[in-house]
């Protein structure tokens, strides 16, 4: 049993997600209000936007983003099968220019990690970690057969071992073995190592093109 899945460990775990999540919103809050205005001028309300995720345990929550795409995004990816086809086969995502649902600044906030933010407020409210496998869809969960079950074992995190890779992120199925090795092998000193590597990946932003 890792350090995470005792009750110690995961307590310690909890008082480490909010004094972290609370010191970065409060460092950032002049940067999350820039953005907040920026969405609203470009694209109208509403500013977030909270994606359908699955969590500890496999239960559904809000994954909170500020938003980069339109208000119907999600049923016109039902309406358009080529589109869907495209989002399924892209790894449950598609890249910033073949996807034509996103705002204005859409492409931008997504290249610059700023649509994250929100995030934070996960962390705050305890449906995610600082580190931790990052949130998947429910069809997502077919890449990690037959051991879906240990994914959900644990929070979904805001940084993890998949995405402190940068631009350098592998798909499916190297993902999931990342993300799958981060859960057996959990430490303290391994969220720690993947924090450190996340501030250049972010400082250098995201490629989907």
Known sequence: MTPRHTRAGGRLQRLVDVIGALTLVVLTLPVFVLVALVV??????????GHRRL???GRPFRCWKFRTMVI????????????KREYIRNGFKLRSD??????????????TYLDELP??????IGTMS???????VPEELTEYEPHADELLSVRPGLFGAWTSRGRERP????????ELNYVRNHSLAGDMTILIRSVPAVMSGQDDR
Do not use: C, I, K
């Not at 798909?171 to 990342?178: N, W």
């Open 40 to 49: 609203l001028s470009s694209s109208g309300w509403p500013v977030f936007f």
């Open 55 to 57: 969590g500890l345990g």
């Open 72 to 83: 119907d995004a999600e049923e016109r990816l039902d309406r358009e099968p080529d589109l």
């Open 98 to 111: 073949v996807d034509p649902r996103l705002t204005p600044v859409g492409p931008w906030l997504r290249r």
């Open 119 to 124: 995030q934070l407020f996960n962390v705050l």
């Open 130 to 136: 600082l580190v931790g496998p990052r949130p998947v």
């Open 171 to 178: 798909d499916y199925p190297e993902r999931a073995r990342l």
